[in-house]
């Protein structure tokens, strides 16, 4: 089969892009850890599957895969790829509202930024000295260090994430460093194995547990991550977090096809 895809990349983090309105495209894991594959395949951090939802009010669905081919939680930067490519496919003009693995989103594009907003956090969790615990669509450990740009994210993020504190689901495991002008985040993310450019909602866990261990005092909050710049705001509440917002670029890089 000839399989027709965009490739799409925001703030670094990269997806293969499916419009699988018509179905044709089943969930084969080999497969897509195939094509998600730097070597064999076209390279990338997830692939994602736009396809129709039910309900008419309701603009599409999404269907995220890590680059190891299997479903995963929410994914925040391929949620705000996506969201500009159904604004390319015409699917909508400013607004959208669109169903993911952890309930209903709306998002917005303006130029090249896409906003897009989480679902409500309901806790954080202090889970040692300098970290904590928390879940914004996918389960996101938060620890805080210093000279970030030195830390060895790779080593410490595999060891974290495959730990008894996590069991066999496992975490995104994310370092931090409190910046003059915001948060630097660097994240070793599951499924993919390896530290990423950027995690979407990794960075919204960063701003959000951040802001409950009292390192950062306002919304909304500058994040540095090594693929670029992104921005959360969002309104604390007496237990947790709402009107939670992911801000940030999102760019087609090309489209293709490939037999398979
Ligand atoms: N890159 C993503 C997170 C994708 C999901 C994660 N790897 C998991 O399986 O938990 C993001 O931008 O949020």
Known sequence: MQLE???????G???ILIDNRKEFFKNDTKLIARLCDRKFGIGADGLILLENHPN???????????????????CGNGGRCLVHFAHFLGIFKEETHFM???????????????SLQMQDVSFVKKVSDNAYFTDTG????????DDLVNFPVYANGKEIRNSSLYGKEGSNIN??????????VRT?????????LSCGTGVTAAALVAYHSKQIIKSPVA??????????????????????????????????SITC
């Open 223 to 256: 994040i540095k991550t090594l693929g670029g710049s992104l921005q959360i705001s969002f309104i604390p509440k007496e237990r947790g977090f709402t009107n939670v917002f992911l801000k940030g670029p999102a760019q087609q890089v090309f489209k293709g």
């Open 175 to 184: 370092f931090v460093e409190v910046q003059s002008k915001g948060l630097f």
């Open 56 to 74: 008419q009010e309701i603009d599409f669905k999404m269907v995220y895969f890590n680059a190891d081919g299997k479903e995963s939680t929410m």
């Open 13 to 15: 983090n990269d997806f």
């Open 5 to 11: 895809f965009y490739k799409y990349q925001g703030t």
């Open 100 to 114: 993911a693995v952890d309930g209903l989103h709306a998002a917005a594009v303006e130029n090249n930024e896409v």
């Open 138 to 145: 996918s389960p996101h450990h938060v620890a805080f260090v």
């Open 188 to 196: 070793y993310e599951r499924g993919v194995e390896d530290e990423t």
